[in-house]
């Protein structure tokens, strides 16, 4: 599988600099950043989709971010959600740095307390990369903010092959949680979903109705 993933990051045109910039930051300080295919992927999807409206749960050091909004048409905005002022103020710095901090609204709120008020409606795209343990939660509550056809992108939906595991006791509740996320996403009548073995396992699923 590494020899798969060099060989892919050779063959595609190498990211913005600022996004390598950022992979190297996140690594040193030990901040995760979703998996570059992942992150390609999201990218991908907004440039066929020309979205505009993305709603992120989870923003980090905003490697994410930078690729959707790098992606977004000139009209396109995304609202990020992260209750962590430390990281987020690095993300900040890259999004003004790519000039594209205008275009970016940050909430530092935890995003169970600020989604029942979130005012947008008929978003192109909801990302999410947050606790594990609220991911239901949180798709219940972006579920009716999304427009019709419009798409579900979850990161971490295999948690490194441990949900694919044998359920033990002593499993933790992050994996609990997403075994039971996975099964409702699949199956919620509301979306087409699929979980797709990119990153650390990637889900997307489009509202039908």
Known sequence: MDDVLAYLDAEHPEPHPLILELEQHGRKDG????ARATARLLATLVVCMQ???ILEIGTAYGYATLWMTLAQPP??????IDPDIERTTVALSYFQRAGE?????ISNQSA?????MFPHRNLDIVFIDAAKTEYRAYL???LPMLKRSGVIVVDNCLLGGRVAQAPRKDDPPEVVAMRDFNSYF???????????????GTGIGARVR
Request: aromatic share 2%; glycine share 4%; net charge negative.
């Open 75 to 80: 009209a396109g905005k995304i609202w990020t």
């Open 101 to 105: 901090a205008d275009d970016i609204v």
């Open 112 to 116: 169970l307390e600020l989604l029942p």
């Open 31 to 34: 901040v995760s950043n979703v």
């Open 140 to 142: 219940d509550l972006v």
């Open 51 to 53: 979205a505009n409206r």
């Open 186 to 200: 699949l199956q919620h009548p509301d979306l087409d979903s699929t979980i797709l073995p990119v990153g650390d």
